[in-house]
């Protein structure tokens, strides 16, 4: 499993949340086509996009003079198996914690 910080760095911004949204619910776009329903400029989805594409989140290629992005799904499938086996571990934890009072009160 790699490092999940990257992936959550990338998701701690909500514009960066809204693009990877909107490329997710469109399976490919461009800069200037997300841009148009964002209220940020053209470049600055530009640059969120190559932050979301070093997380992982998206894949960009070129094809003619155009960036397209399209989702990749593995890093945050992978962020999510983190947290899960973590919230797991820390489930156990509160539960020994109770029977651990329960027998005190007892």
């Known amino acids: ?4 910080g990257p992936v959550f760095a990338a998701l701690a911004d909500p ?8 490329v997710a619910a469109t399976g490919d776009a ?3 086509a997300l841009a ?6 053209r470049q600055a989805v ?3 996009l190559a932050s979301l594409e070093q997380a992982g989140l998206v894949s960009g290629r070129r094809v003619g003079r155009e960036h397209r992005y399209a ?8 962020a999510a198996q983190w947290m899960a086996r ?4 820390w489930d156990e934890r509160l539960a020994r914690l109770g029977r651990a009072a329960a027998r005190r009160a007892g």
């Open 46 to 48: 530009a640059k969120h």
């Open 86 to 89: 973590v919230g797991g571990e």
């Open 1 to 4: 499993m790699h490092d999940p």
């Open 36 to 41: 148009a329903d964002l209220p940020v400029t």
């Open 30 to 32: 461009t800069p200037t």
């Open 71 to 78: 989702p990749s799904a593995a890093p945050l499938a992978e």
């Open 15 to 22: 514009t960066r949340r809204a693009i990877l949204e909107r």
